[in-house]
């Protein structure tokens, strides 16, 4: 989806890889345990670095976080790698009774969340992880802009005393963030500016919300454009800051319009500063099988629909009466 | 009769004292909180009993000591019996222990983390011996000689997430791990072996890799023999197919499935407890120490 003016595309699980491998030095109470992917989450690169606090549990997603439970209450500091469809959806309850109720200190990297994982079909598409996640209290859910901010999300995870969800996507993404750039949990990262409209991506859409951002900047229309790297804790301060500068609020994910990102970011709304918002994200159907591209055509996430969103957030503030400053 | 088997029995009848005072505690505690589970917490006292007196490396004053050995409950719903055993070890005072299932207590329906002396959150069937796995794996890692037990309901390995476990175990060689199945026979909507056979369970394990027994779940000298035993084992994970009887010590309780999932009433409540009176039962009527 990267057009000509974008800057390089990087897969998120490559920066994974690395990102384990340097921070398995900081952290010697680091251990990876691997439900059978580590070839492709690329965790392979940390059982290559320190093949003793590596762990492949075979393909038992249940036992792997019960056992991530146990380990960590001897000592050691388990992140678990694995796909978001199998770790936040078949292991959900082990996750939520044996490590979220306890208040456990372990860490869940979820590679290849959303559609545009592709032609893998929808059994491997996770459209409700994060609504999965971020019901479970005590959780913090967090998906980093691009692959260079990765290595920071983990950082600030593994620095965070309690059970962290990190979603990560399959597709490359456009790099959008100096790596290296520190990030703490609840932090939001503000790309763009304007006071028209603000679109919250999440993840990849990220990407193409700066897209749909020039496009519209050309019409004379000026959306901001935030990444919510942490759904759970939100940035309240900056949803709110949004709705009542632009009035017009548009969220895009690839995930199910319900109980994801949308739906977080509703709820600040709702409470605080209710305003006009549109959605970009499954509108509540599975998806098939397909390059991600196509899929993204198919079912409405891409910079043509985000514009198109920013467009009916608009219409419906002035026709709500509501002036902006 | 040598003096090493006399000793052994006086360390029988000690346990047979803690047994009985864990299921007056059973009893108080769900008869004051008016609900929980007496039957399945009845049938593995004698296990508890041996665990926690003659097994268990622990420290009540330091719960969280790094090098204890470790004690999955993974059938929570006999939480009672878990707690009965951890008031008698001294880990809460009675106070506490009577103010299971209520509001604030540190005593949640199932067990919690919260609790002094609970090593493991378990309720929901079939999610504890993962978690020991886990326990026995880091143990190992860090070269303590910490040893992890844990408790399975025979039900409860109707769920798939406890076979996961069994291969983990074996395959990660936790010689540490020791793991009783409290083999009552029934579960909550019948016999287990009606509901969903698990005949022949003991060959299950085995063929999973396990070095297995089957005990009677009731007998001292075969619980403390088939742990003597474990110990030696360098890398295979133990485990005891426990022949027990729900509602064990008590007679109107034994083998009836009345009990699984109600406290009894104020009548059967004065009845079990006449029943489990000890020899040095006088005070009881004021209050009980049990």
Not at chain 1, 32 to 46: E, G, H, N, Q, Y
Not at chain 2, 17 to 34: C, K, P
Not at chain 2, 128 to 157: K, P
Request: charged share 20%; net charge negative; with cysteine.
């Amino acid at each position: 989806m990267a057009s000509a003016a974008c800057p390089p595309a990087q897969e998120q699980r490559i920066a994974l890889g690395d990102a384990l491998v340097r921070l398995g030095k900081e952290y010697p109470q680091l251990v990876v345990l691997s439900p059978d992917v580590s070839l492709s989450t690329r965790a392979i690169k940390f059982k290559a670095a320190y093949p003793e606090r590596f762990i492949c549990t075979g393909i038992s997603e249940q036992n792997t976080l019960g056992m991530a439970a146990g380990l960590s209450t001897t000592g050691w500091l388990p992140l678990v790698a694995g796909y978001a469809m199998f770790v936040a959806g078949k292991a959900w309850e082990p996750l939520r009774n044996s490590v979220a109720y306890s208040g456990l200190n372990v860490k869940i990297v979820a590679t290849h969340a959303g559609i545009n994982v592709g032609p893998d079909g929808v059994t491997h598409q996770a459209i409700e992880d994060i609504a999965l996640m971020r019901a479970i209290p005590g959780m913090t859910v967090l998906a980093p802009t691009d692959a260079n901010q990765v290595e920071p999300v983990l950082r600030a995870a593994l620095e965070h005393n309690g059970p962290v969800y990190v979603r990560l996507e399959r597709a490359a993404i456009p790099a959008l963030t100096d790596p290296g750039s520190p990030f703490a949990v609840g932090d939001s990262l503000t790309l763009r500016d304007g006071t028209d409209a603000t679109v919250f991506g999440l993840g990849g859409m990220v990407a193409a919300a700066l897209e749909a951002a020039e496009q519209l900047a050309a019409e004379g229309i000026r959306a901001r454009v935030v990444s919510m790297v942490s759904i759970k804790p939100l940035d309240e301060a900056v949803v709110v800051r949004a709705a009542r500068q632009t009035g017009a609020i548009v969220v895009a994910e690839d995930h199910n319009r319900c109980g994801g990102l949308g739906s977080a970011i509703a709820e600040t709304l709702a409470r605080l500063a209710p305003v006009p918002m549109e959605q970009v994200a499954l509108p509540d159907v599975f998806a098939e099988s397909g390059p991600a591209h196509a899929l993204y055509v198919k079912y409405q996430l891409t910079t043509e629909h985000i514009a198109r969103a920013v467009h009916t957030a608009i219409t419906r503030r002035i026709q709500a009466g509501r002036d902006v400053p | 009769v040598t003096r090493a088997a006399s000793a052994a029995a006086t360390g029988y009848a000690t346990l047979a004292e803690r047994a009985r005072r864990m299921r007056r505690h059973i009893i108080r505690m769900t008869s004051h909180a008016g609900s929980g589970h007496p039957g399945p917490s009845f049938s593995p006292v004698e296990i508890l009993a041996s665990l926690y007196f003659a097994e268990l490396s622990l420290d009540p004053q330091h719960p969280d000591w790094p090098e204890r050995d470790r004690f999955v409950l993974s059938k929570g719903h006999a939480a009672p019996a878990l707690y009965a055993a951890l008031h008698e070890a001294g880990f809460f005072c009675e106070e506490t222990m009577l103010t299971l299932r209520q509001v604030g207590s540190l005593l949640q329906g199932h067990p919690h983390v919260k609790t002094p002396g609970v090593d493991a959150t378990t309720g929901s069937l079939g999610l504890g011996l993962s978690q020991a796995v886990g326990m026995a794996l880091g143990v190992t890692m860090r070269h303590s000689r910490s040893r992890v037990y844990a408790l399975i309901g025979d039900g409860e390995c109707d769920e798939g997430q406890i076979w996961e476990a069994a291969l983990a175990a074996a395959h990660f060689r936790l010689g540490n791990l020791v793991v009783f199945v409290d083999h009552n026979g029934y579960q909550f909507d019948g016999p287990v072996e009606e509901v969903m056979r698990l005949a022949p369970l003991a060959d299950k394990w085995r063929a999973f890799g396990w070095r297995v027994e089957e005990i009677d779940g009731h007998d001292f000298e075969q619980i403390l023999g088939f742990l003597e035993r474990a110990r030696h084992s360098a890398d295979q994970p133990s485990l005891a197919v426990a022949s027990t009887v729900k509602g064990y010590g008590v007679s109107f309780m034994a083998g009836s499935q009345e009990y699984h999932a109600r406290s009894l009433t104020s009548e059967e409540t004065q009845r079990a407890l006449i029943e489990l009176e000890g020899p040095a039962q006088a005070p009881a009527k004021t209050g009980d120490g049990g």
